[in-house]
């Protein structure tokens, strides 16, 4: 690299299930055309601009991902992404026919189909529960681990490339059950300080209550990150406290981003929920990061964090939860790094379910009953827990390139396929994720072509711009111009693909991508998992039933003795506790109970089937 002008961009990738797919084949054209321009830019350097070949036509300044992250299935895409630039990924295209040797690939499209069983049977399977003799999820996340733990093994660990950064960021968000407890501090902190320094002086005289146990309002932050940045720079020195040292090298530190891609990526009841340890300095940094008080020491004296244990425990579900686009994170990332080096930067959301089309043939129906106030009260509270108030006063305030890839095919209502049923329906079927890959690589090259671009009339404020002309003479500007169809102003493509001979002209050295022709699933496909289905929820329900018992001893506390006999002394002898039931009473219950789950299961199963089918034939997915 020859002091080249450099623009930054942050990646920050929506929750999707197992539309992962389709934001796994946008990472993996945007990393494609980025390893092309590279090449282009290094082979003008090495025969210099006094040559024939030098190509003008190329231009010669540089992209570097900052960072990458994102939440649930978005967030185990930057993970499983970021393993893969040490790596080196080998893009999908006409040069890689058996599609080998790509990690976003292997994990999204093929998923663990290689064990011998569609992914979908695995995942209804009921060895997990047998295992460990509980119910840790509706559905089997054994083949998710198995996943995760192929995408974390490297053959192979090389320096990053020159447009990804050094010192590149991974963030993933986090939803603890636990939650991390902070206490509002309502009193004087004066005070406070005169009443631990007369406790210093007479401890005996003055209690440590009185030093301690101050008003304050207690309440416990649920929502979380875990920031990762790669530490092999060894000239990055010390990391600040908010974020996880990474190290390619180290097995340790790839289990770890593992373990937080999986709980991320924990559907909440789906899959199983995940155990985090991480140290209390981190979730400390991360909260006062989180509410913007770093620094600010009036404020860390209001606002305290009162966890004590290090390191800390939690279990956590999908980070989708309560923050399923964390475009916010990602821009005070990068906004950190670039004011420092004053370097221009943008932000690229990738989102397969975005919500910028308001449904109007829906109408607003006022409920009434307790069955219609029910769902809307959960929808209510997920939806403002999805509010981000802190990252719109933040991270759009400035004048920072913002920008969406999503779905999009001609004359169709419901462009990706693995939408149906609510992201679970990539599951059903292979061909369903192979789709998505290759739409998220058509719907990138469109993007980063035709809208990921700097307009005509601003190139004398981006840097990396200024010295482009436009008068005609210039062949970056002749090859890569794209005309405004709507009159005004044209535009530059931030990120150049190599691919275009004349945009203007619309001359290419390689055609557009085709537009992938979305396949059907046959009814038998589904039909076939009945069985499936009936034995998974069989089993779950005689699980959930068994542990609904109490345990012998649960009566035998003194707690419990003495309401027995309150109850006794107030009702008689009818409150005395139940006797043993006989060996023929235990085996009819057990019978009526296997008899009971076995009905329910069949039942769910059935309903579940014709569920499945519905959405699929809605969307037209559904051979008929």
């Known amino acids: 690299m020859q002091n080249r002008k450099i623009f930054k961009i942050g990646i920050a990738m929506a929750g999707a299930v197992s539309a992962g797919a389709y934001t796994a084949g946008v990472i993996d054209y945007l990393l494609e055309t980025l390893e092309k321009w590279d090449r282009a830019k290094k082979l003008n350097e090495e025969v210099g601009e006094e040559s024939p070949m030098y190509d003008f036509s190329v231009p010669m300044h540089d992209v570097v991902i900052e960072v990458i992250g994102g939440a649930s299935a978005g967030g185990m895409t930057a993970a499983i992404a970021a393993l893969a630039m040490f790596e080196g990924i080998k893009p999908i295209n006409e040069y890689n026919p058996e599609k080998k040797q790509n990690k976003l690939y292997d994990s999204w499209v093929n998923l663990n189909d290689a064990q011998g069983l569609p992914t979908i049977e695995q995942m209804l399977q009921t060895g997990d529960i047998l295992a460990k003799n509980e119910v840790q999820s509706l559905l089997n996340s054994d083949p998710i681990d198995a996943i995760a733990d192929n995408a974390g093994v490297l053959s192979q660990i090389q320096d990053l490339p020159e447009y990804i950064s050094p010192n590149l960021q991974i963030i993933l968000t986090i939803t603890s059950l636990r939650g991390v407890p902070v206490a509002v501090n309502f009193f004087d902190n004066k005070r406070r300080e005169e009443l631990k320094a007369k406790e210093e ?18 309440m416990y932050v649920h929502k ?138 829906k109408k607003y129906k006022q409920p009434t009953s307790l069955l219609d106030l029910i769902p809307d009260i959960f929808g209510a509270i997920r939806a403002q827990a999805m509010v981000k108030e802190n990252d719109l006063l933040r991270g759009l305030a400035g004048d920072v390139t913002r920008r969406m890839v999503f779905p999009k095919k001609n004359n169709d209502p419901y462009p990706i396929a693995c939408g149906a049923l609510d992201g679970f329906g990539g599951f059903f079927s292979r061909e369903f994720r192979e789709h998505d890959f290759q739409l998220g690589r058509y719907n990138c090259q469109k993007f980063l072509r035709k809208h990921f671009t700097i307009p005509l009339n601003k190139l004398e404020n981006a840097k990396v711009f200024s010295d482009w002309k436009s008068d005609g003479n210039d062949p970056r500007h002749e090859r890569f111009f794209v005309p405004n169809d709507l009159g005004g102003p044209g535009f530059y493509p931030i990120i150049p693909d190599m691919g275009i001979a004349n945009m203007a002209k619309s001359e290419y050295h390689e055609a557009y991508l085709p537009e992938p022709v ?29 542990l609904n018992t109490p345990p012998d001893d649960h009566y035998n506390k003194p707690v419990h003795q003495d309401v027995d006999r309150l109850m006794r002394e107030y009702y008689g002898d ?23 789950t076995r009905m329910l299961g069949k039942n769910i199963a059935k309903r579940a089937i014709k569920i499945i089918l519905l959405d699929f034939r809605e969307r037209d997915m559904l051979e008929m």
């Not at 979305?518 to 039933?545: C, G, Q």
């Open 574 to 596: 009818k409150e005395r506790k139940a006797k043993q039931p006989s060996f023929l009473k235990r085996v009819f219950l057990w019978a009526w109970r296997t008899f009971l």
């Open 201 to 218: 002086l007479s401890r005996d005289a003055f209690g440590s209550s009185d030093a301690k146990d101050q008003p304050a309002h207690r």
């Open 518 to 546: 979305k396949l059907k699933i046959h009814p038998n496909e589904i039909f076939k998992l009945d069985a499936l289905l009936s034995l998974r929820f069989k089993t779950v329900l005689d699980y959930i039933f068994a």
């Open 224 to 361: 979380g990150i875990a920031h990762f940045m790669v530490a092999s720079s060894p000239s990055y020195g010390e990391l600040p406290e908010h974020v996880i040292p990474f190290k390619p090298t180290d097995k340790d530190n790839r289990n770890m981003l593992m373990d937080c891609a999986k709980a991320t990526g924990a559907f909440p009841l789906g899959l199983k929920s995940r155990p985090l340890s991480i140290g209390l300095p981190y979730i400390k940094a991360m909260v006062y990061r989180m509410f913007g008080l770093k620094n600010q020491s009036q404020m860390e004296q209001a606002i305290e964090i009162t966890a004590e244990d290090s390191p800390y425990n939690f279990v956590a579900v999908d980070g989708g939860t309560i923050n399923n686009e964390p475009f916010g994170e990602i821009i005070d990332a990068i906004e950190e790094k670039c004011k420092k080096e004053e370097s221009p930067y943008a932000i690229i959301m990738i989102d397969p379910f975005p919500n910028f089309a308001e449904d109007k043939s």
